[in-house]
């Protein structure tokens, strides 16, 4: 028989290949310099999604992307997703998407790691103590804009990669990137993308995995949960223009008190949410949810330095981390039309736009709360029975994602962090909102997970973001790590 004349060898399955950590670690830690070399070149380039002014940077530095990956062997794309209309109507060319592969083993698991590589703005002004597009080591921490989220931790993907490769050792599974360049401004395009290759690029994908967030202690965590986001704006119009408080004060009835007066009846100051419907969608807090957060490290005092109160909403520990996860909140960040420079100036404003957003969790519906939130404002506003004009829109509608920790994706990390860090991780949510894991999930049907690298002090969004050198590095060992014990997940699942 055919079959029988095959040399033994051959019918060897390829998912028998020693897990060679030690020489993977070495290769890491004997090649540290050209890493932070690395990071300091991709730090200098201004990626900020939001200055179109930067756009040729932002367009740049996907390039860079795009070639590395290319050094490295990779199969790879830069893919088009088009255009975004700026409010002026003018079109701009949206940086490209990278996409690579390396491998093809049907034999082996896929994953898809994402990342991003635009950066927030950062200015010396801002207060940054050292410029932020100059990488600058202090005591083990590299500071920069970027630094930490995202571009050290698509790095330390890139690395982990790149070490397997370096050594020609085969990689136990096979591994996809996707690199966009607009995650700091809603990952415009994207969407998009990922439902047009649904059937191409992501039909073998099993698995994907986001570095996109932080430690919440200085233990390794694994995250499991974001909230999501509904955006509303609250416009309240009337005279057709400006007027003199001296000259028209008390006749007219003022759009700003009355947008002040319905925006109040939102939350309580202990922190309960008003509107109807709100509270009785969200799923309950289970008894092992109550565990899970009795056994997380988090010092109340250090967060409350750290944002410089000395009194929160709770006081206890497992209240406070499920306020911030698992329930949602009511936040308003501001109103246009007011004026608030500087100076006594007596005018009424004829229109005014409140801005809040409500953070969503399970079981929340966007739609539903869209619904809610616009018949209860309404409704609070014709008690005042106010001449002027309330319009309520919602501008993003973000699900929350939330998966299964019992998963063997996340069995998986603890593995690698036992390996790499001999501890067990912290399992934690995020309260920010990551949009791009609901859709990954909605659209592909793929398990996802988070794992972070970052600090949990690396300061995203502010200034003088760093990362770590040992995040940085240690981080790049436990990516190595993971994609080893991904390849030990029994079955597809
Ligand atoms: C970055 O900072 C270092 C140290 O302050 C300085 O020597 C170097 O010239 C700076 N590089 C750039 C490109 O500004
Ligand atoms: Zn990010």
């Known amino acids: 028989m055919h079959i029988l004349a095959l040399p033994p060898i051959l019918l060897v399955l390829s998912n028998v290949h020693a897990f060679q950590y030690e020489e993977l670690v070495q290769h890491i830690d004997s090649h540290q310099e050209e890493y932070v070399e690395a990071l300091r070149e991709w730090i200098a380039i201004e990626s900020d999604s939001s200055n179109v002014l930067k756009r040729p940077d932002l367009h740049r530095m996907m390039e860079m992307v795009a070639q590395k990956l290319t050094q490295m062997g990779g199969t790879v794309e830069l893919v088009d997703i088009g255009e975004q209309e700026l409010p002026d109507g003018q079109m701009l060319a949206l940086p490209k998407v990278v996409t690579a592969l390396f491998g093809s ?11 991003h590589v635009d950066v927030q703005p950062a200015k010396l002004e801002d207060g940054w103590a050292t410029d932020p597009y100059n990488l600058t080591d202090i005591n083990g921490n590299f500071y920069g804009r970027g630094a930490s989220d995202n571009k050290a931790p698509v790095l330390a993907w890139i690395h982990a990669v790149g070490a397997y490769k370096a050594l020609s050792m085969e990689l136990p599974v096979n591994v996809k990137f ?43 965590a694994l995250t499991y949960g974001t909230r999501g986001n509904c955006y509303f704006y609250a416009e309240v119009e009337g005279p057709k223009q400006d007027l ?24 309580s100051p202990s922190g309960t949410i008003l509107i109807p419907g709100i509270r009785e969608a969200v799923a309950p807090l289970s008894d092992e949810e109550w565990k899970m957060y009795q056994d997380i490290q988090f010092d109340m005092d250090n967060y409350k330095n750290e944002i410089g109160v000395n009194q929160l909403m709770y006081n206890n520990k497992v209240d406070l981390l499920a306020h911030l996860w698992r329930y949602p909140t009511v936040s308003i960040h501001g109103i ?62 973000a699900k929350p994602w939330l998966a299964d920790t019992q998963h063997a994706l996340y069995e ?42 970052g600090g949990f002090d690396d300061g995203l969004h502010s200034q003088n973001e760093k990362i770590s050198r040992y995040n940085y590095i240690e981080g790049t060992k436990l990516f190595i790590a993971y994609l080893n014990e991904v390849s030990l997940i029994k079955s597809r699942v």
Request: charge should be neutral; include cysteine; aromatic fraction near 8%.
């Open 105 to 115: 083993d049907s034999d082996k698991y896929t994953v898809c790691i994402y990342g």
């Open 412 to 453: 998986a990390g603890k593995a690698a962090i036992k390996r790499v860090f001999d501890m067990d991780p912290d399992l934690i949510r995020e309260g920010g909102t990551i949009p791009i894991a609901r859709t990954f999930q909605d659209v592909t049907g793929k398990n996802i997970i988070m794992i972070p690298i």
């Open 336 to 397: 246009e039309g007011a004026f608030s420079d500087q100076g006594t100036k007596t005018v009424i404003p004829a229109k005014v736009t409140a801005k809040f957003s409500i953070r969503q969790v399970p079981n929340m519906d966007p739609a539903m709360v869209k619904k809610q939130v616009t018949d209860y404002l309404h409704s609070v506003f014709a008690k005042r029975k106010s001449p002027n004009k309330l319009k309520v829109t919602m501008v993003i509608g």
């Open 244 to 267: 003199h408080s001296g000259v028209y004060g008390g006749a007219v009835i003022e759009p700003m008190t009355d947008l002040i007066g319905i925006l109040n009846t939102l939350i």
């Open 178 to 220: 996707v690199i966009e360049g607009m995650e700091e401004t809603g990952s415009n395009g994207l969407d998009t993308m990922i439902l047009a290759q649904r059937d191409t690029f992501f039909s073998n994908v099993d698995y994907i995995i986001i570095s996109d967030c932080s430690w919440l202690s200085r233990r390794p």
